[in-house]
């Protein structure tokens, strides 16, 4: 049977198209679907009990985050296949049965992601990169992975010199979509470590997963239709920090004693500074966007503008 694992936080629409095309391409396929909500506002948990009673509702009273949330939908599922999704898709065509048929096919597979189909311009979106080794981190942040991004030298980590249009192992796809088999997740010690709340769970459990043998696939004929951000572009500086945040986490579990303490030390440092500079570059464009809105609306003056912290 298929696990349909989706937490939410304020995107009821987007969530009500999801699961609609759940309905739609999961008719013929066992399956069962599971939505946690984080204490959304927007009367997501509502609208997914009035309108889909079928699917098995968990309405948390405050924000868990999204690995507590996967983790508590993990642990309620009871499928062979347990496909992580995020609310902000719609599932297209058969993409459902391509990627179980995937891991039938495949024993040693443990993940197999879906094509993501960018909402907004019908391109696939680059969801697959490299693990986030020194050398990826230190060819980010010299420009060189930016000025070369098609090298596989220099631009690596986010994978330019690939297409996307072809099946292939990878290391690291993004969780938006990813079909998982039970028995990888419990032999890489569970689903997501909750001190990555909301970034590089995906990441560590697909280190996890690799370290335990097993590998992960993408396959471009299963295609999800994917808007990207809905969730965390409500709080974009917040989230900012909390990405650099839980990178150095991840670097302190599964680096800290693979690398000299020099190196180490200093790509921790490296990723502090990238945060912080990426985080003010988010304030100053967030102060730009709310100062035009007020001169829009004729406050050029600025004198009955609200405070923001910067």
Same mark, same amino acid.
């Given at each position: 049977?298929?696990?349909?694992?989706?937490?939410?936080?304020?995107?009821?629409?987007?969530?009500?198209?999801?699961?609609?095309?759940?309905?739609?391409?999961?008719?013929?396929?066992?399956?069962?679907?599971?939505?946690?909500?984080?204490?959304?506002?927007?009367?997501?948990?509502?609208?997914?009990?009035?309108?889909?009673?079928?699917?098995?509702?968990?309405?948390?009273?405050?924000?868990?985050?999204?690995?507590?949330?996967?983790?508590?939908?993990?642990?309620?599922?009871?499928?062979?296949?347990?496909?992580?999704?995020?609310?902000?898709?719609?599932?297209?065509?058969?993409?459902?049965?391509?990627?179980?048929?995937?891991?039938?096919?495949?024993?040693?597979?443990?993940?197999?992601?879906?094509?993501?189909?960018?909402?907004?311009?019908?391109?696939?979106?680059?969801?697959?990169?490299?693990?986030?080794?020194?050398?990826?981190?230190?060819?980010?942040?010299?420009?060189?992975?930016?000025?070369?991004?098609?090298?596989?030298?220099?631009?690596?980590?986010?994978?330019?010199?690939?297409?996307?249009?072809? &099946?292939? *192992? #990878?290391?690291?796809?993004? !969780?938006?979509? +990813?079909?998982?088999?039970?028995?990888?997740? @419990?032999?890489? =010690?569970?689903?997501?470590?909750?001190?990555?709340?909301?970034?590089?769970?995906?990441?560590?459990?697909?280190?996890?997963?690799?370290?335990?043998?097993?590998?992960?696939?993408?396959?471009?004929?299963?295609?999800?239709?994917?808007?990207?951000?809905?969730?965390?572009?409500?709080?974009?500086?917040?989230?900012?920090?909390?990405?650099?945040?839980?990178?150095?986490?991840?670097?302190?579990?599964?680096?800290?004693?693979?690398?000299?303490?020099?190196?180490?030390?200093?790509?921790?440092?490296?990723?502090?500074?990238?945060? &912080?500079? *990426? #985080?003010?570059?988010?304030? !100053?464009?967030? +102060?730009?966007?709310?100062?035009?809105?007020? @001169?829009?609306? =004729?406050?050029?003056?600025?004198?009955?503008?609200?405070?923001?912290?910067?």
């Amino acid at each position: 049977m298929l696990s349909i694992l989706i937490v939410n936080w304020n995107t009821r629409d987007m969530m009500r198209a999801c699961l609609r095309s759940l309905q739609r391409t999961c008719a013929a396929t066992e399956h069962e679907i599971i939505v946690v909500d984080n204490a959304s506002h927007d009367d997501s948990a509502a609208m997914v009990s009035k309108e889909f009673p079928i699917v098995k509702l968990f309405a948390n009273e405050k924000n868990r985050g999204y690995a507590a949330g996967n983790n508590q939908a993990f642990e309620a599922a009871s499928g062979e296949w347990i496909w992580l999704l995020n609310p902000d898709t719609e599932v297209l065509d058969d993409a459902p049965q391509k990627l179980i048929q995937f891991l039938e096919s495949h024993p040693g597979c443990g993940a197999v992601a879906s094509a993501l189909i960018d909402a907004r311009t019908g391109l696939s979106q680059r969801s697959c990169r490299t693990f986030p080794t020194p050398s990826a981190l230190w060819a980010e942040a010299s420009g060189l992975a930016r000025t070369f991004p098609r090298s596989r030298r220099f631009g690596f980590y986010r994978m330019g010199w690939w297409n996307m249009k072809t &099946a292939r *192992r #990878v290391q690291q796809p993004m !969780a938006s979509s +990813l079909m998982l088999r039970r028995r990888a997740v @419990e032999n890489a =010690g569970g689903l997501f470590d909750e001190q990555f709340p909301i970034f590089f769970n995906d990441v560590d459990l697909s280190w996890r997963m690799a370290r335990a043998g097993w590998t992960t696939w993408y396959l471009p004929l299963a295609r999800v239709r994917h808007w990207g951000g809905a969730s965390t572009m409500q709080a974009r500086p917040e989230m900012i920090r909390e990405s650099h945040r839980a990178l150095c986490a991840f670097y302190s579990k599964h680096w800290r004693g693979m690398m000299s303490p020099l190196l180490f030390h200093a790509t921790l440092v490296l990723i502090s500074l990238s945060g &912080a500079w *990426r #985080v003010r570059r988010a304030q !100053a464009r967030q +102060l730009q966007k709310e100062k035009a809105g007020h @001169e829009w609306r =004729g406050d050029k003056s600025g004198e009955n503008m609200d405070e923001h912290p910067a």
